[in-house]
């Protein structure tokens, strides 16, 4: 039960459409935690609003920018456009979905970006978009990262739009609230798969609402073992910050190499900036909405 197998693996990357050496996944939202600055006037918009405000911010290089500051400090070395690719997708926690900048990336074989350098690009992201933690998981080693964790994977047949995904989290929660509300309840979408660590929840209990929410939706489950529902098995690691504690992002600063520190402080303000912008857009009633996510790529 709590075992993966090469080929689990190499059918959970085919199922995220991707090499089958590609197999550590990440996920980091775009939108500042209000305890950053407050943003519940955005958290509150509609989820379409702010998937357009997280595929505007992709689109005018923020990710990209983030990778080249990291680059030219020669603070990481090994991820490049040929074996990182980024995408707006869903993701959700503790009953909310929001858009998240998803990212697969090829960590064996040529061409291969090592462990640490992909630890740095996500401690990156989580200080640059003033996250409270972002998100790692390794499919093939458990080891890898700072805790083992199982996982279910449920299969659309082409990649879902955002609204879609959280239209199925919502069915998992009235299948299972503890599947859904709780504060180790959530999901992120790579591609067309829909991927929910376990909730501290037994294990017989996760299995069971995820084959009821995959069979009421039309999905497909997995994985299958000897012909019964399942459980993956990867590594998985929560890094963040305490932005209480450490208004300046401390922890995450500790974890990056320091020669790129000022690179990033300048991209966080940015971000912030952005965010500062679209609050107060939003604050003054803004007759459209979607107009008041639009930006001016700086």
């Not at 996500?122 to 790692?136: C, D, E, K, P």
């Not at 497909?220 to 305490?242: K, S």
Request: proline share 6%.
């Amino acid at each position: 039960m709590k075992s993966v197998t090469f080929a689990w693996i190499a059918a959970l990357s085919l199922w995220l459409g991707i090499s089958v050496h590609a197999n550590t996944f990440g996920s980091v939202e775009p939108i500042a935690t209000p305890a950053v600055i407050d943003t519940r006037p955005l958290l509150r918009q509609p989820l379409g609003v702010r998937e357009t405000l997280a595929r505007q911010i992709l689109q005018c290089g923020a990710v990209d920018q983030v990778i080249d500051a990291l680059s030219a400090a020669r603070a990481i070395t090994t991820i490049n456009g040929l074996n990182a690719r980024f995408e707006v997708a869903a993701g959700g926690f503790a009953g909310e979905t929001n858009p998240a900048f998803v990212y697969t990336i090829i960590d064996s074989g040529p061409n291969a970006a090592s462990l640490a350098d992909i630890q740095v690009l996500t401690n990156s992201l989580g200080f640059v978009f003033s996250q409270n933690s972002a998100f790692l998981l390794d499919a093939a080693n458990p080891s890898n990262l700072d805790f083992p964790a199982n996982y279910v994977v449920l299969n659309f047949p082409a990649p879902p739009p955002i609204a879609q995904s959280a239209a199925l989290f919502q069915i998992v929660g009235k299948i299972d609230n503890e599947l859904f509300a709780t504060d180790t309840s959530g999901y992120t979408q790579f591609g067309r798969a829909y991927l929910s660590l376990q909730s501290a929840v037994p294990d017989s209990q996760f299995i069971s609402g995820y084959v009821k929410a995959a069979a009421r939706m039309g999905l497909e489950y997995t994985p299958i073992v000897n012909g019964q529902p399942g459980l993956f098995q990867g590594g998985a690691a929560f890094p963040g910050n305490d932005w209480v504690q450490s208004p300046a992002g401390e922890e995450y600063l500790a974890r990056i190499p320091a020669q790129s520190h000022k690179a990033l402080r300048q991209l966080r303000a940015i971000q912030l900036r952005i965010m500062k912008e679209v609050v107060k857009k939003l604050d003054r009633g803004h007759h459209d909405r979607a107009g008041a996510v639009q930006l001016a790529c700086q």
